[in-house]
């Protein structure tokens, strides 16, 4: 339940300042402050008449890129950071077929469709979509989804898979476009670097595929997770271990693909190690400045670096299909948060103490 908040205004009348109860709804929204993430109420958000819907947040899951936005002070002091949000509608003026009480699960960005990226398959450098969102953001209790948002990228959920595990539709989407981006055949191999959430999501989706995935990370909990469930998982420190996988698992050629969901410092080193001459690395973190993918290496073994950032509505598409028929495993990779204790999430995800942090919100 959203609380009803009151709030004591004033009016001035001549001299006098006659005390009035005004009964303004407000709401609770997560708010970057300098080094922190505050609980800030702020005036309950209302359609007016505008296409869309207000909905309710019941949680949102909290994003790598939420991470760098607010460990690298991207974002302005009163941000309000999430866009991984499972809601139920409030109160809806669409043409949809969307009602209130629904719930759904929704993505933040939608393209043109008509633009030069959007018309070469670059959709996530579209103009439109890099502007449009949802507002003010997922760790809000009350967000505003627009009727575009609607129409393109919002899916009503089914009541066979639980919150937190939809809350996965946005990120699994951009692991999808990644996948698809590197056009692999049947049977074909890919090595993961990283194995957080995403780099798991990545295996996860990659399996869903039909490639063979291997996993690698250097913290030992991850990669005990990747093999429970069911990936080929190593320490990328253990370099017998390593040449022994990749090579016995690839006629000792090199794997087909890499995933970059890592972008330590070692990270580079593993990839080019473990792909085959003629192999494909597909970029989807940031490295330190100081980084980058030698010319001589993809000039010589004639590699494909490429790089997939965010996804469109089709990836997005596939995404809530591959986890709404349970052909996606995302059990056991969240770990669950009040919105009071979303400093806490942050924390616990900076120092890789959990996977991946879900933010309960609604009831
Ligand atoms: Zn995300
Ligand atoms: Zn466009």
Redesign the pocket.
Known sequence: MVAHRVRVAGVASSNLVIPILLIIESMKTAQVYQNKIIIKEVDDIQLNGKKGAIVKVLGCGL?G?DIVKFRHKIVQNGAVLG??IVAEILEINTDTGFKAGDKIVTSHHIPCGECKYCRHGNVSMCEHFKKTNIFPGGFSEKVFVSEEHLKNVAYLVPENITDEEISFY??LG?CIRAIKRCSLSQGDTALVVGLGSIGLLMSEGLKAFGYKVFGCDLIPERIELAEKMGIKAFNSKNQDEFENIIKSNTENLGVDSVFMTSGADKAINTALEAVRPGGKILVFSSTPLSNGYPNNEIYYKELTVLGSYSPAPKDLQDSFELLTSGKVNVKNLTTIYPLEQIQQAFDDTISNKIFKAYIKIGA
């Open positions: 994003c890129s866009h991984e946005e990120p951009c």
